[in-house]
């Protein structure tokens, strides 16, 4: 019924010369490509070029840009979207109905496309946008493959060249993940789907899971994000991973009260790392139905919030660590885990490092998932809300240092002046206050309307990381939220939701109708201002050979419902950064990264500044301004010589589109149309 499939291939003739992925240390390469989502599959982001760098940074020119208004029936304004780059040819998803495309590298024209048009599947899904992009195979003897997850949940095996489905993979080409789940789905209303790509390696596919945000469940029941693999040829699947032990498997008796049965989500929704040497592939799976009331779900419940590592061929629990115990804060860990090859102690061992939304980076020996640096035990606050039952510990990492701000304190509010202050000071007391794991309240308890907390340092951009110095990067934001449950039985059978309604009580501290609330966080106010003291979007470097930071900047210009705020006038203001999420690109001789959000110019221009950072330093080295914010995370590539930058970029009134950058400019010849800069 929803086999329906439309794909158009335009032939062209390209013509590449020693195409290959170059090697570190490599002089004046002429071809480097990006051939997995995050560069490679210890997912660094990093490139070992440096024709762009920063003495030629700001004169950067369009090479080319690819517009995806036309993939759909009204435009994407959030593409998020890392390109792959294979053999000359960019691979990507784009538009409303998730199409992949191909695209030259050099001009931006599109050489095919491919859809899946799903109907009611597709537009009850549990996922809409347009995905974060493709996964690519080859055997390395002329069979080349493209594999993407449609809006409705079906795994999709393309021909790299043609974009026709493979025939002997799945059924034609398709392999609906709604089936062969262990669990019954409805194949059009099932709650699982995926905005991440697929991961290949070896010869298996990798697919994750995710599900309806958990802000408000509407039941304690839901369907289970397991993981599976699958072979790369057939389509057959090699394995699966329940996220939530069955009965017999290690971790159900962390399920009290048979509440395993039941509950649903656990998925992995971000990126997933490998270390196909080690064959082992790293999990981080989210939390369980609800997010922030666990009374139906007592126990600590494993995996949720955890880092697994699981065997590459079969999918075997091989190590794990949970991260956060019987989680009531949506502290997901959605970021890709970063591998890398360190000295600690003066001894050379291999790590995978993982950012959380906690803000902390818990660093694991990859092989045996022993913590490199001890993470302790600590008390922390116990739950009032009734049926609830915390663990009276949580993990703390004793290094690296938190690289977010973590729980709100007083000394956290805005403080630009005494009257701010003040002001702040007000809100606050309404409202609890408290450190990391602080935990919700029962709107109205203690005379408060909800508790305060960071609910979201890194997300599923993840970091980047250089593999000559050992220091990784990441991209952070200081958001806030207001919890306060409430028992509702007309929107969920649970006994408790995040309500944090509407009237009187609350409406004037939320940032509902707040100018800029896009681009500064806004979920609690004070005038019109955010809650805690900038910055509200930050960089950090850390040096994994150390667990020491290196340094902390604030990223993004502070904003105009900022600076015209009749409370700041005659305040001199800071960089404060933005709120993203925003991922990072670490290159031979810079940290690239862009704004999210719109930026005005003096001239009246709006867009958004590419960045360019000194690595050692922070020290910013160049912009450039582009006619959008970045959505999807930046990638680079050499072909034939030279290289090119390349990122989506879309927003508020902004159809989604790829903009590609280059030392030279456009490499469309003269009256050549394509992908060509207007």
Known sequence: MFRKSTWVKFTVAVVLAGAGVAVFGQTAPKNVEWRTYGGDLRSNRYSPLDQINAQNFSQLKVAWRFKTDVFGVRPDFNLQTTPLMVNGVLYATAGSRRTAVAIDATTGELLW???????????????????????????????????????????????????????????????????????????????????????????????????????????????????????????????????????????????????????????????????????????????????????????????????????????????????????????????????????????????????????????????????????????????????????????????????????????????????????????????????????????????????????????????????????LYVFSNTLTRLLALAHDPTRSDMNYINSPGGGDDISDITGRGVAGCSEMPCAITVKGLPFVKPPWGRITAIDLNKGEMVWQIPHGETIDAVKNNPMMKGVTIPRTGRIGPIGTLTTKTLLISGERGFTTLPSGQRGGRLYAYDKATGKELANVFMPAPQTGSPMTYMLNGKQYLVLAISGPGFPAELIAYSTTGSSVPPGRGGGAPE
Do not use: C
């Open 113 to 471: 496309m491919y859809r899946l048009d799903e109907g009611a599947r597709a537009s009850s899904a549990a996922r809409q946008l347009s995905g974060r992009g493709v996964a690519y195979w080859t055997d390395g003897r002329g069979d080349e493959r493209i594999f993407m997850v449609t809006i409705g949940y079906q795994l999709i095996g393309l021909d790299a060249k043609t974009g026709i489905p493979i025939r002997e993979f799945g059924q034609n080409g398709i392999v609906d993940l709604k089936q062969n789940d262990d669990q019954i789905l409805d194949p059009v209303t099932g709650e699982i789907a995926l905005n991440t790509g697929p991961t290949v390696a070896r010869n298996v596919v990798i697919v994750g899971a995710a599900h309806q945000g958990g802000n408000a469940p509407r039941s304690k029941s839901n369907a289970k994000g397991y993981i599976r693999g699958f072979d790369v040829k057939t389509g057959k699947r090699l394995w699966i991973f329940h996220t939530i032990p069955q009965p017999g498997e290690f971790g159900n008796d962390t399920w009290q009260d048979d509440s395993w049965a039941y509950s649903g989500n656990t998925g992995v929704w971000g990126p997933i790392s490998v270390d196909e040497e080690l064959g082992l592939v790293y999990l981080p799976v989210e939390l369980s139905t609800g997010d922030y009331y666990g009374g139906h779900r007592p126990g600590n419940t494993l995996f949720t919030e955890t880092l697994v590592a699981v065997d590459l061929n079969t999918g075997q629990r091989k190590w794990h660590f949970q991260m956060v115990h019987h989680g009531i804060w949506d502290y997901d860990s959605p970021p890709a885990p970063i591998l890398a090859d360190v000295t600690v102690d003066g001894r050379r061992i291999k790590v995978v490092a993982e950012a959380t939304k906690q803000g902390f980076l818990y660093v694991f020996d990859r092989e045996t998932g022993k913590p490199v640096w001890p993470i302790v035990e600590k008390p922390v606050e116990q739950s009032t809300v009734p049926g609830e039952k915390t663990s009276p510990t949580q993990p703390f990492p004793t290094k690296p240092p938190a690289f977010e701000l973590q729980g709100i304190q007083e000394k956290d509010l805005i403080d630009f002046t005494p009257e701010i202050h003040a002001e702040a000071l007000k809100v606050a007391s309404r409202i609890k206050l408290g450190p990391l794991f602080t935990p919700p309240i029962v709107r109205g308890e203690g005379g408060k309307v909800g508790m305060a907390y960071v609910p979201n340092g890194a997300n599923w951009p993840g970091g980047s990381f250089d593999p000559e110095t050992g220091i």
